[in-house]
């Protein structure tokens, strides 16, 4: 299934290819610098969980590259179905195309078929043209603290 938004062509992933996992290999180092890429494996893995949905952004025609990625996590809790907006990415030498819109545009109308009743998503404070989208969108920045424990 592809969505057209602008010249960005949006599909939800249902199988991990060679070309996927070279965009992976590409994509994942320019959204952060201490994760490598997954693997194969790892990348079916995330496609095959029930409750993820991997998209990708191509050019109209989707006859071009992988120049965008975003996963949307969906998952019920006891006040409802709620939704995760995790590692969007795109592509540097495609950035100001409307790439990152038309990503998150298709996590939230998935959110909304799944019943979900919110969509969180976190951004550094130094992804600034993230942060401006993201308030484009809709998104309100919440008055609450995130907290993270390794393990």
């Known amino acids: 299934m592809a969505d057209l938004i602008g010249d960005v062509e949006v599909h939800q992933v249902t199988e991990v290819t060679a070309e996927l996992v070279a965009a992976f290999e590409r994509l994942v ?9 997954p693997t194969e494996a790892e990348l079916e ?10 998209f990708v952004a191509k050019a109209r025609g989707g006859e071009g590259a992988i120049v965008g990625s975003l ?9 409802g179905m709620r939704a995760w907006i995790e590692d969007v990415v795109v592509d540097e030498d495609a950035s100001r195309r409307g790439i990152g819109s ?11 078929v ?38």
């Open 29 to 37: 180092p320019q959204l952060s610098r201490s994760s490598p890429p």
């Open 45 to 54: 893995e995330v496609v095959a969980t029930p409750g993820n949905i991997v």
């Open 71 to 79: 996963t949307l996590v969906t998952f019920r809790i006891p006040t």
């Open 102 to 112: 038309a990503l998150n545009r298709a996590a939230l109308d998935a959110a909304r």
């Open 114 to 151: 799944r019943g979900c009743k919110t969509v969180d998503l976190t951004s550094r404070p130094s992804r600034e043209g993230a942060n401006l989208l993201y308030r484009r969108l809709g998104f309100e920045q919440r008055a609450t603290n995130v907290y993270r424990y390794s393990v």
